[in-house]
């Protein structure tokens, strides 16, 4: 199926980030490239996706709920082995235990100038997690059934290190606000998901 793109992704974007200011930012900038991973995964007979909650720290996003990933490494062959790395580090689950469904739409971070390419991807087996210490503070493991509930959008207030008392749209899921540039990377397989259920 075609994938939803920068029009799911934009739906859950925060304040006035539309696509043509991305373009007019990346295009003076060259950014840094990394990969997450929306890993689903059976828990109990239902699917089930992991997201992190990222230390505390001086970097522009600390202490937020996001995918498993990080930056692309010169021995990285690929994007998607890339995502799979990364995944294993944060999380423990081997590369090879993962199964690469598809990549998203990439997505342009401008406070820490990342294009961030997001991958689905899907393990055969019940899980077990191993968090990475320095990097990340608890893993939530999510059911699949939160996400496409329309009940768990919303709109949080916040501020951060480079925005303050902002409105902003995200998913409550577990009881974490999930927004920014996972919200959207979530929303576009939201979508995905659902208009494969539609059909």
Not at 120 to 126: G, H, M, R, T, V
């Amino acid at each position: 199926m075609p994938l939803p793109g920068a029009t799911a992704q934009m739906e859950m974007a925060a304040m006035e980030r539309l696509e043509e200011l991305q373009r007019a930012q990346m295009a003076n900038k060259t950014p840094r490239e990394a990969s997450t991973m929306m890993l689903i995964y059976p828990k109990n007979e239902v699917p089930y996706f992991v997201l992190i909650e990222r230390m505390l720290s001086k970097g522009k996003h600390s202490g937020q709920i996001a995918f498993p990933g990080g930056r692309s490494e010169e021995e990285d062959d690929s994007h998607a082995i890339t995502a799979l790395r990364e995944t294993e580090e944060e999380v423990g689950i081997l590369m090879g235990d993962q199964e690469v469904i598809t990549a998203g739409t990439p997505v342009y971070i401008p406070p820490s100038n990342y294009l961030v390419r997001p991958f689905l991807a899907f393990a055969k087996a019940n899980l077990s997690f191993t968090p990475q210490p320095s990097e990340v503070k608890s893993i939530i493991e999510v059911p699949l059934q939160q996400l496409l509930d329309p009940a768990n959008v919303t709109t949080y207030n916040l501020s951060t290190s480079y925005m303050t008392d902002v409105d902003v749209p995200c998913f409550l899921l577990k009881e974490q606000i999930v927004w920014g540039a996972t919200a959207m990377m979530l929303n576009e397989f939201k979508t995905l998901f659902t208009n494969a259920i539609d059909r």
